[in-house]
């Protein structure tokens, strides 16, 4: 059974907090909510969080997940950031934004593209992730909160916790958010591609 943790959706409580930041350190698999949705999340040294993660959402060994930042002191060390890259992913984040970038030696093998070596990462605007990624000092590996043939994430915690209490170890709750994908920015060969359009404006990218 997944503790329940119900959270201030703007100044989220310190003592809940801690308690989920000790719960990832310990291995957890955390369900909680960012600005374009909730999303599954564990620490990136968790071996069996990618595992887990593929089984609730019934992924394939090709899914790509995304490592879910704080500021760009815990993006700056995962990837290779030229000049203008910089320039125009600071001025977007944090925001409903995924950037794939050139991963370096910071990522685990498993979690770069095999061949491309490129990694995912997002800065969100969530004060509740914010808090989280915050005390937790690094990185949380995540992945949206779709189900299998759902079109949307899931957007109440609640619903989260009646969903899938048996296979989560905590879901954080603060309420209903915005259930919209990120906007994905391929940067990977030195200019932005938008491949995917969603909450984020991608006409800064075009």
């Not at 909730?38 to 595992?51: E, F, I, P, S, V």
């Not at 815990?74 to 001025?91: E, M, S, Y």
């Not at 916790?161 to 990120?182: N, Q, R, S």
């Amino acid at each position: 059974m997944a503790r329940y943790f119900d959270v201030h959706p703007v100044n989220p409580q310190a003592r809940a907090v801690g308690q989920v930041t000790a719960m990832l350190r310990e291995g957890a698999l955390v369900a909680y909510p960012t600005d374009s949705g909730y999303a599954l999340g564990c620490r990136m040294d968790y071996h069996d969080g990618t595992d887990r993660i593929r089984q609730v959402r019934r992924l394939d060994a090709r899914h790509h997940f995304t490592l879910v930042c704080a500021d760009f002191a815990q993006l700056g060390p995962l990837v290779r950031l030229d000049t203008a890259a910089f320039r125009a992913i600071k001025a977007a984040t944090p925001g409903p934004y995924t950037f794939v970038l050139p991963a370096t030696e910071e990522v685990p093998r498993r979690l770069a593209h095999p061949k491309k070596k490129t990694v995912g990462v997002r800065i969100t605007d969530n004060a509740v992730a914010q808090a989280v990624l915050r005390e937790l000092g690094e990185p949380l590996l995540s992945s949206t909160l779709l189900l299998p043939g759902q079109e949307e994430p899931l957007a109440d915690g609640w619903r989260i916790k009646e969903e899938l209490d048996h296979v989560l170890d905590a879901v954080v709750d603060a309420g209903e958010v915005l259930a919209a994908p990120t906007t994905v920015v391929d940067w990977s060969e030195g200019y932005p591609e938008v491949v995917r359009v969603g909450a984020g404006d991608p006409s800064r990218f075009a």
